[in-house]
């Protein structure tokens, strides 16, 4: 199947994801994938051969509109450092791959083996940004699987002097630890963490004072976003980057692409989606994404019978305008336009 782009497409700037294993160990009791499938049962998914024809150019029809190095988007789904690695070693071999091309990647983790020497080697060789996830001692009892918080400190602080850049994940956040989270902002930084990016956690049930977005169950406005002000002041006054992980505050980031890929040479995401266009900016369609077919991602947002004869015969850039024109309400509540 090779690298893969969904639903994420009209939200994130960063949307073609790969994953080396279906199903994690970590057994964080509120993780998403959960909803789709047993997470229990850990198996390989995409092969090295898949991520070296996407590198080489090639390109599924999920990924049809992309014509540039836009950066991969590793560990979407399941944990590419996670402890079967050690014996399968799938992310290893794609590791070898990545370190040989040089081609852009972040890759999501909160597995020690990323900073196993081994693996550490090959990152430090990489052209990629680290992500970490970690909110704060008190998950330690919802993360069963994983290194305690206060180890993942330490492997943050041992990837920030081999990896360009090191971000750290606050997420998902809840309002309950916020002075834990402020507390911890020094320590990331004196850790060598580049910055900090937050989103708030998503429900499946409706819970008292929550509101509705999407498919979610989601924290209102007026309660997030002191807290992500206060939080960000806290990342600037401490030398760090403060990004918004939040659809409906994205804004607040002191960059859109909340992945933590400003500035750095070579990582160009793409800017042409709705959250992007919903917030003002002004994003331009390349050629490719002007063209007929180009759009079969979006089938991932619309299962109604006959949607995928109007995708074959729509472009990326028709689609996406579509979707913006006839759901706007809906984009601008997902967004956070209107609570």
Request: some cysteine; overall charge positive; proline content about 5%.
């Amino acid at each position: 199947m090779g690298c893969k782009c969904g639903s994420q497409v009209i939200l994130c700037n960063l949307p073609i994801r790969f994953d080396t294993y279906k199903g994690c160990s970590h057994g964080c009791r509120y993780c998403f994938a959960q909803k789709k499938r047993n997470i229990g049962k850990i198996e390989r998914d995409e092969t090295v051969e898949a991520m070296r024809s996407f590198i080489e150019g090639k390109r599924n029809r999920e990924t049809a509109w992309c014509d540039w190095n836009i950066p991969i988007h590793w560990g979407g789904m399941s944990d590419p450092f996670q402890p079967v690695e050690k014996n399968i070693r799938a992310s290893y071999e794609c590791l070898k791959l990545l370190a040989e091309t040089q081609y852009p990647f972040v890759v999501s983790t909160k597995g020690r083996l990323v900073a196993d020497p081994e693996y550490l080697d090959l990152l430090a060789r990489c052209n990629c940004v680290v992500q970490v996830s970690m909110v704060c001692s008190k998950y330690d009892q919802l993360e069963p699987g994983t290194p305690p918080y206060e180890e993942r400190l330490q492997i943050a602080r041992t990837l920030a002097q081999r990896v360009q850049r090191v971000i750290v994940r606050v997420q998902p956040y809840m309002p309950e630890v916020f002075a834990d989270v402020m507390k911890n902002i020094p320590r990331l930084a004196e850790a060598g963490v580049y910055g900090a990016v937050v989103e708030g956690m998503k429900f499946y049930k409706n819970k008292p004072g929550m509101v509705k977005v999407g498919g979610d169950v989601c924290y209102p406005l007026h309660i997030l976003r002191p807290h992500f002000e206060a939080i960000k002041a806290e990342c600037h006054r401490h030398g760090m980057k403060f990004y918004s992980g939040e659809n409906r505050l994205r804004a607040m980031g002191d960059s859109m692409t909340c992945c933590g890929i400003d500035g750095l040479e070579g990582f160009k995401g793409n800017d042409y989606n709705l959250c992007m266009l919903v917030n003002g900016k002004a994003p331009e369609p390349t050629a490719l994404m002007k063209e007929i077919g180009t759009g079969t991602c979006f089938g991932a947002l619309n299962q109604a019978a006959g949607y995928n004869k109007k995708i074959n015969s729509q472009s990326f850039y028709g689609l996406m305008q579509e979707e913006l024109s006839t759901n706007t309400d809906y984009y601008k509540r997902l967004f956070g336009l209107e609570e």
